[in-house]
């Protein structure tokens, strides 16, 4: 059993290494062999090896020394986008050994820049693109500025299809020499829905705390690691319980650190597949919107969610007075 | 130490002079322009309308500036504007003639917003028509003057706005207090009481009597318990006001009489509507006037403008009480804000999350707050179930054994 964590442990360090993603991987590798690479995003959902790739990239193209070579900030942590511009500074002013002319510098959550900072970022990029090139990792390419998109080379990556993960999982499962079982399997594949690194962290998890990988362990792990789900939190609200409701919102920010934009987003994926009627879904679409427009201008999130808790609870009083 | 004890400060250091009020000099220079313009004859604005938050100084500015210009203060309250016949009783002959010693007199209508309901129609009427013939000035005081029902007054009077005064401003008073009672105080502590206070001088100097009469040093951590403090009685009632409210005009005015800021009444509002308000429709009602009430609550936070207190107020009070019934179904008591609980108490907590998600996220190649939702469940189970492997794999996340006791803690 493996002291660290499996997602790190199993990363692969080269691009050979890299399951699926075939088309990324033949562009990058053409990259390393001409010793040149653009400015590039890598754009697409969790867990689908973004940073992964990009990290291969740089081992590939500067050798096991890569780390003196490259730079990884991540925009979510990094305070403003003047701490940036300070760091990329210093890190381009010097070239590196070899025959890569350039550094790489790996800029993760991109998407999480304001337009301003990433205007500030274009120009940064610009004016070091002789000794650094970047690398931007976002979930939405969308989110980045056009003139930013227009000068980088996109990559998009998907989520991996079902018998990747499974032959990623029984791979894992015979280096770590653990039992598992199928429904075990399907079970992680299910509730990982694509995304690698929560299909490791589930699989590590479940294979240390019990002996054999069973569908319900997994189910038991998962459901303790996510106590209130957002689903969950407005299936309470439209059976009437507002309370619970409000408490599970309040579990979930504070103890859990979600951020109440990621739960607008959630819960609003949630409206459409829950069972009422279509023109609730709407009507309650309309209301997420207009929580999510008072968010970005600075309302309460707790105050706000719980309203929006409260329509749910109106619409399923509604939606059962209907029914009689 | 000075003074006997029962003199409540307020009074006792109640500016004498123009000179000595607080803040909002601009009002002030109004109102003195105002005083001067009826040297020359009556002018084309025969009352003024002094208006703004408690405790910033209304009441006390026309007292001090009746001293500086020695004139004779006729001053009322809300209890006369209940009829038409005790306002003109009140002022009618007042308004009409000089004073009996050959001081000029100033006729003071306070507490403006007292006047509640249909039934006192009659009063304003009154209160115009005094207005309109009247030869000696005139001064209406009220919370607010856009009050629908003032909509004729306010064609008839100069308004003149008070503003909430900085939290430097009612410090910096604070200390003049202090000096003159012989009493050291951290500037850290007057700070405090005066933040608490958001503007109102009033509550400032009351709170500071009752935390430092009596000593020679006053320091932050004699003060910080007031955060905790708990008036809960006071709080019960004003909510109470609020929730079950009779008329628009008496929910809003609850807010004056809560000993607690707009903020954390709010939250107090917020925590309580759900154990009161059970009906869907008006609970959802309800949550939305609050939760609109707390967009303008970030306009004011973010324009420094205050003026959108008047809409905060509104909706938090009146426009919660009015989604409803207002039928008490049995007791319920009110609820501690959860909000102010757990933010208080936690953050340390969060200081500790936040470093704990840095150091995951260092090595996991995250953010601090996506290793906290995508990576930290998983650790803290192992953590529980595996201790060994657990223990280790945080050894190798760089986590000290304060933090896998911390993780260990949460529970799941």
Partial sequence: MGYEMWTEKYRPRTLDEIVDQEEIVARLKSFVRAKNVPHCIFAGPPGTGKTTAALCLAHDLYGENYREYIMELNASDERGINVIRETVKTFARTKPIGDVTFKLLILDEADNMTDDAQQALRRTMERYSETARFILIANYSGKIIEPIQSRCAPFRFTYLPAEAIAKRIKYICEREDVDITEDGIEAIIDLSGGDLRKTLNILQTAASVGKTV??????????????????????????????????????????????????????????????????????????????????????????????????????????????? | MSSSPYIPWTLKYKPRSLSEIIGNEEAKKKILEWMNSWKKGIPEKRALFIYGPPGVGKTATVEALANDLNMELVMTDASTYRTEENVRRFAGRASQYGSLFGRGKIIVFDEVDGITGSADTGGLAAIIDVIKNTRVPVILIANDAYDPRFAPLRNLCLLVEFKRLSVTEVARH????????????????????????????????????????????????????????????????????????????????????????????????????????????????????????????????????????????????????????????????????????????????????????????????????????????????ILQNNPKVGKRIARWLNLTDEMVSYILSMSG
């Fill in chain 1, 214 to 324: 069973t569908a319900d362990l997994v189910y038991a792990v998962v459901g303790k690691a996510n106590p209130a789900d957002i689903r969950e939190m407005m299936l309470t609200a439209l059976n009437g319980d507002f309370i619970s409701a409000r408490n599970k919102l309040r579990e979930l920010t504070r103890k859990y650190g979600l951020a109440g934009t990621d739960i607008i987003r959630q819960i609003h994926g949630e409206v459409f597949r829950l069972n009422i009627p279509d023109a609730w879904k709407v009507k309650l679409a309309d209301f997420i919107g207009e929580v999510d427009y008072r968010l970005v201008r600075g309302a309460t999130e707790e105050v706000q969610l719980s309203a929006l808790l409260a329509k749910l609870v109106e619409a399923g009083y509604e939606m059962k007075k209907g029914a009689k």
């Fill in chain 2, 174 to 381: 604070l200390a003049r207090i202090c000096a003159r009672e012989g009493i050291v105080a951290d500037e850290k502590a007057l700070r405090f009481i005066a933040e608490r206070s958001s503007g109102d001088i009033r509550s400032a100097i009351l709170d500071l009597q009752a935390l430092a009469q009596g000593r020679s040093r006053l320091t932050y951590e004699d003060v910080s318990w007031l955060a905790a403090r708990d008036r809960k009685e006071e709080i019960f009632n004003v909510l109470r006001m609020i929730f079950y409210a009779k008329s628009a005009s008496s929910a809003k005015s609850a807010v004056n009489m809560a000993d607690v800021d707009v903020d954390m009444l709010f939250e107090w509002i917020y925590e309580n509507i759900p154990y009161h308000i059970k009906n869907p429709p008006e609970l959802a009602a309800a949550m939305d006037a609050l939760a609109k009430a707390d967009i303008y609550r970030g306009a004011l936070k973010e324009t420094g403008d205050w003026s959108f207190l008047r809409y905060i107020i509104d909706l938090m009070t009146a426009g919660v009480a009015f989604s409803w019934s207002r039928k008490a179904s049995g007791w319920v008591p009110f609820k501690f804000p959860e909000r102010i609980k757990i933010a208080s108490a936690t953050k340390e907590e969060r200081e500790m999350l936040e470093e704990i998600g840095k150091r995951i996220g260092k090595k996991c190649h995250l953010s601090s707050s996506r290793a906290i939702v995508e990576v930290l469940p998983y650790l803290r189970i």
